[in-house]
């Protein structure tokens, strides 16, 4: 069970250029979310998917695009990166979001750089 | 909406002495409350959760925390650290029931550090 994982764990980008953010699990969860982590602000939620098909905006949306592939995988897309989107980037899966027990197991993160 | 405040954004301690880390939050509606660990370069990991019941709730690696509805405060502490506590906590709520779809509102984290 590798759990969460995230592809690529670096990256460094130009203003202007676009990337997109890998994600998937394996532990058949219907929900899956996108983090940003800013340094002496948490983890702020950018997009999350309730279920296969589904993905809503969260606090921090714009600049951001989501793809909720299928079960598995959820990805993050940046058109056209800026400095301010330099940040770690994390993906988390539950079962359903719904329900309260289901805790949030979190991937290892990707770190981005925007120059 | 909801909102969580951590207290402390550093927490120095020497090895074997107890530790406390201050959360408060604000919210509208009742919520469920989480701590997360995250150590060096790792992704987060769920210490412990309140959701109803027993104010007083024990998680992994001998922390524990105490709802206060009262005070809105949810506070980590741990009688005795090791050098292997050393990491950042993050305190986050959800509001209670089904319509959040499992959203978290995360605090901005506190650094523990543990000298020996």
């Known amino acids: 069970n590798a759990g969460v994982t995230q592809t690529p764990k670096f990256q460094v980008l130009k203003t202007g250029q676009s990337m997109t953010l890998q994600c998937a699990q394996d532990m058949n969860h219907n929900s899956m979310y996108w983090y940003r982590q800013d340094p002496g602000m948490g983890l702020r939620l950018i997009y999350y998917s309730a279920s296969e098909g589904t993905t809503d905006k969260g606090e921090v949306p714009n600049g951001y695009n989501v793809s909720r592939l299928n079960k598995r995988e959820f990805s993050l897309r940046l058109e056209s990166a800026a400095p301010s989107q330099t940040s770690v980037y994390f993906c988390a899966s539950s079962g359903d979001g719904r329900v309260s027990y289901n805790e949030q197991f979190f991937g290892p993160g990707t770190r981005l750089t925007v120059l | 909406a909801q909102s969580v405040t951590q207290l402390d954004s550093q927490v120095p301690v020497f090895e074997e002495a107890p530790v406390e880390l201050r959360c408060n939050y604000s919210s509208s509606v009742s919520v469920y409350l989480f701590w997360y660990v995250q150590y060096p370069n790792q992704g987060l990991q769920l210490l412990l959760k309140?959701?109803?019941?027993?104010?007083l709730v024990k998680g992994i690696n001998g922390f524990e925390a105490e709802f206060n509805k009262s005070q809105t405060s949810f506070h980590l502490r741990k009688p005795s650290v090791h050098i292997s506590d050393t990491a950042e906590y993050f305190c986050?709520?959800?509001?209670?029931?089904?319509?959040?779809?499992?959203?978290?509102?995360f605090g901005q984290g506190t650094i523990l550090t543990v000298h020996p």
């Open positions: 309140y959701l109803s019941g027993s104010t």
């Open positions: 986050a709520v959800r509001p209670a029931g089904g319509t959040s779809y499992g959203k978290l509102t």
